[in-house]
């Protein structure tokens, strides 16, 4: 079995950011100010994908029952035209 080795190196929000980024003054920026934004704006963004996913799931679901249930009472009803 070939060990697989993860790409990760822990981070702390407070050490420098591994991208070399220096702030206006030229010091290294801090993780929690620089990358990590990013990393969080990025997984917010799946996350709302999924949950938008997870509502459309939900909405098509919906749809087929309410499909379904319209099948089962099929009743002729006059058209109001205004
Ligand atoms: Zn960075």
Redesign the pocket.
Known sequence: MPTIKRQYIKLKRNSP?????NDKRGKP?K?KN???K?VQSNEQQIRMLLHHDKRVDKAKKEMDAAIERDNQYVIDHPVIIP
């Open positions: 950011c591994p991208c070399d980024d920026l993780y620089c990358c990590l990013e």
